[in-house]
């Protein structure tokens, strides 16, 4: 039974496609993260950088980007699993 036209739960194949999207966005956070551990372990340099000239280092931005990569990342799997929640 639903509750005002949402379903109180997914059908299996929409659980089954989310689980596969869910997956596969955590492999590109996985990545875009340890992409980021890597730079810092092995080319820490490379992050002491001013690139823009601007008075902040590349690691600062790096950092920032993982973090940006996680919340849109986020932002997709949410949007995705909520369009079809009132079908």
Do not use: W
Not at 2 to 19: N, Q, V, Y
Not at 26 to 47: D, E, G, N, R, Y
Request: hydrophobic share 50%.
């Amino acid at each position: 039974m639903d509750t005002a036209g949402i379903p109180l739960c997914a059908s299996s194949s929409d659980r089954d496609e989310h689980t596969g999207l869910g997956i596969t966005l955590t492999v590109i956070q996985v990545a875009v993260f340890f992409t980021f551990i890597s730079l810092c372990t092995f080319h820490p340099a490379l992050l002491e950088k001013d690139v823009f000239d601007i008075g902040i280092p590349l690691s600062f931005l790096s950092g920032l980007a993982v973090i940006a990569c996680g919340i849109v990342l986020t932002a997709v799997y949410v949007g995705v699993a909520n369009s079809g929640a009132g079908e």
